[in-house]
């Protein structure tokens, strides 16, 4: 008997179902498959998922062809059935099946009005924070792939459908952050994409409540995963030789990638956001991590202080700098590094003890405070996994426009003095009174109500012109004890600049030592990606000698220039690289290059070393013309063709330093496939190309 009721089911169905396949009549019988299959069976999976996949196709048709697809669709509540069979736990089959067709309808379907009708019932914020198996790798591409492709439909219309203001309440953005650091990469690029959505969108009260709700652990947890990813870079570089590097070029690339992501994230210009993703950034990954591990001292560095060697640390800072350009990031790291002063009490945010999972009585805050700082490179109370779709935050207030966290500030809860709330605003206060008594002076203007980075630049001048001016009474009192003659004012770009323990680290690091130049290339990269960022304010690099002020004038850091002729000098014995020598060299002109009428800035001490490092490459040439036995024709043939070869391939230094091989000792041979200007010359030959290449480069 069931099986004549099977038979006249099935002669039924052929009888009913449409022919045309795009159809409103194909999608009410559709309607009927769905409707008389509640349950997802073993006998009925198959025509299941092909129903869903067909529904799709004749949604993304009726789009574009007939609106009365639509009206049908949204008549009998049709996506609640996606939504119920989904909550069935049916099978990873069903489920891939389901978001591979939502993630389809969703991408192809152009029309507004249709987004708007598939949005308008809350059944995909329903389906975003199902409890699907995210331990089946395949499951989770769907579902990030699925919310990555509803993250590019946001736009100041559609973010009401899933951000709920009133239950303030954000399933797409706070599901996806979970897993921003997921093993497999293409996860982890697709939470970065869609979050990169999410913050572009211009609505206030959604970026309120990321401000307020999700910014904080996400930023924290973030800085984390990248300082681990630099702590596994440390300890693979200790590890790889030229023959094993896919590991340590991995590294490389994904620290590239985060730097990016970050660029991209402060380039959207969000304030709120910046402001304490930067504050992150400074105060729990570049300064603890980085630019303390410029210095290294064994005895500052221990479990609760992770660091890595000075030289990934140049090379990482370099990156940092080429790739990175907000001034409000770039000047506060710059302005450290050249001055070594690390409280930025005059222009930073406070840090947040909440990020990091607590408020200000939780142990993680008070095992910090016992250490005097909150600043380190420390974990998260909490991973992301934790927050809800419905998360509470860390309270913060906003004031003047800045974020400013509840609890204490760099130096400690109670603040070095047990300062609280109250004493912020006095010590705020009395900062204004200072800078108003600032006078206007080499060619600094001071304003009347200064933004935060002028405060930074008018703290930087006051600092220098304090120094410079004791630098000259010191001065001008010992000729006056050496000397009765008229004391002679010394000039402003013969005294010392600040001097730091990180520019000390800097300088040091530029001494070639026996074949292995790697500290100094990444020294003079550093340099080079400092003075070039396009986000730093020159007047700090007026400040320090590094570029032409705007009088005019040129002040050269003497000690610098040195150390970068005493390069040029080294490269004689053979143990510098062709590629550090080319970035020397465009450090030096940076510096030093100025138009003919503004005549010669380099001391006598500089002219002499640089005529000595020419002169011995002359030398060097004529050693190596004589060996080889080359007639003049053959030289100069020699010679034109490695001249048209730099003109054709510059050195660009953000390329250069995505190369991993950097960070190993240089190679001698050519057997290791590493270009002929990353490494040390291999016989003869290849010296005699070394110097005619380094003869283009200081003649040219």
Not at 128 to 147: G, M
Not at 239 to 258: F, I, N, P
Request: hydrophobic share 40%; aromatic share 8%; proline share 4%.
């Amino acid at each position: 008997m069931s099986f004549l009721q099977r038979q006249r089911n099935f002669w039924n169905e052929m009888l009913w179902k449409p022919k045309k396949h795009l159809s409103l009549d194909q999608l009410k019988y559709h309607y009927t498959v769905i409707e008389r299959n509640p349950a997802v069976t073993e006998a009925n999976k198959k025509l299941l998922v092909e129903t869903f996949r067909s529904i799709a196709e004749i949604l993304i048709w009726g789009d574009q062809n007939d609106s009365s697809v639509f009206d049908f669709f949204l008549e009998k509540n049709m996506q609640s059935y996606f939504l119920r069979i989904l909550s069935q736990h049916c099978g990873r089959y069903m489920v891939l099946q389901l978001l591979q067709t939502l993630s389809i309808l969703f991408e192809n379907i152009r029309n507004e009005t249709s987004i708007y009708y598939l949005l308008s019932n809350n059944h995909v914020n329903s389906i975003i924070v199902l409890k699907l198996d995210f331990s089946d790798e395949e499951v989770l591409a769907y579902y990030i792939s699925f919310l990555k492709t509803l993250s590019f439909k946001l736009n100041k219309h559609t973010i009401h459908f899933f951000y709920n203001e009133h239950l303030r309440d954000f399933p797409l953005y706070t599901e996806a952050i979970k897993f921003f650091n997921h093993p497999e990469s293409m996860v982890r690029i697709a939470v970065r994409t869609l979050t990169l959505n999410v913050y572009k969108v211009e609505d206030k009260n959604m970026l309120e409540y990321i401000r307020s709700k999700t910014a904080a652990p996400y930023f924290s947890n973030l800085v984390w995963f990248i300082g681990n990813h630099v702590l596994e870079l440390d300890d693979s570089l200790k590890k790889a030789d030229h023959l094993h590097t896919s590991k340590l070029e991995s590294l490389v690339a994904e620290h590239l990638d985060h730097l990016h992501y970050i660029h991209d994230i402060l380039c959207l210009d969000v304030s709120s956001l910046n402001e304490i993703l930067i504050d992150h950034l400074l105060n729990r990954l570049f300064i603890p991590l980085y630019v303390n591990s410029m210095c290294e001292v064994p005895s500052c560095h221990d479990d609760e202080n992770p660091h890595i060697s000075s030289k990934i640390a140049l090379f990482l800072l370099s990156q940092v700098f080429l790739i990175l350009s907000t001034p409000m990031l770039i000047n506060q790291l710059s302005f450290l590094i050249l001055t070594g002063d690390q409280s930025l009490s005059l222009f930073s945010s406070l840090s947040d003890p909440a990020a990091n999972g607590g408020g200000v009585d939780s142990p993680k805050h008070r095992r910090n405070s016992s250490r005097g700082s909150i600043r380190g490179f420390i974990p998260p109370e909490e991973p992301l996994s934790f927050i809800s779709s419905k998360s509470h935050g860390n309270p913060m207030k906003v004031q003047d426009g800045r974020v400013h966290y509840e609890v204490a500030t760099e130096m400690g809860p109670a603040g070095a003095n047990g300062q609280d709330e109250g004493s912020s605003t006095e010590s705020q206060s009395h900062m204004k009174e200072q800078l108003s008594a600032i006078p206007e002076c080499d060619g600094f203007v001071v304003i009347e109500s200064p933004s935060e980075q002028e405060k930074m630049m008018l703290a930087l001048q006051r600092k220098l012109m304090i120094d410079r001016q004791r630098k000259r009474e010191e001065e001008g009192g010992e000729r006056e004890e050496e000397s009765s003659e008229p004391v002679k004012i010394t000039p402003v770009h013969s005294l010392p600049i600040i001097s730091s323990q990180f520019i000390d680290s800097v300088l040091t690091s530029m001494i070639p030592q026996s074949n292995d130049d790697s500290s100094c290339l990444f020294a003079i990269s550093l340099v080079y990606a400092i003075i070039s960022n396009e986000g730093i304010d020159g007047r700090l690099l007026e400040a320090f000698s590094l570029v032409k002020d705007n009088k005019g004038r040129f002040y050269l850091h003497d000690e610098l220039v040195g150390r970068l002729l005493s390069v040029l000098e080294a490269s004689a014995i053979s143990s510098v690289r062709l590629v550090t020598l080319h970035l020397c060299l465009m450090v030096l002109k940076l510096l030093i290059d100025v138009p003919p009428k503004d005549g010669d800035h380099l001391t006598d001490h500089h002219k002499k070393k640089l005529e000595r490092a020419t002169g011995e490459s002359c030398r060097q040439l004529a050693k190596y013309f004589k060996t080889l036995g080359s007639n003049d024709d053959t030289f100069l043939e020699m010679f034109e063709d490695e001249y048209y070869h730099e003109l054709r391939f510059r050195l660009q230094p953000n390329h250069l330093l995505m190369d991993s091989a950097l960070l190993l000792p240089p190679a001698d041979t050519p057997m290791t496939g590493i270009d002929f200007t990353r490494r040390l010359p291999c016989g003869d030959t290849e010296k005699a190309r070394m110097v005619k290449e380094f003869s283009i480069f200081i003649i040219f």
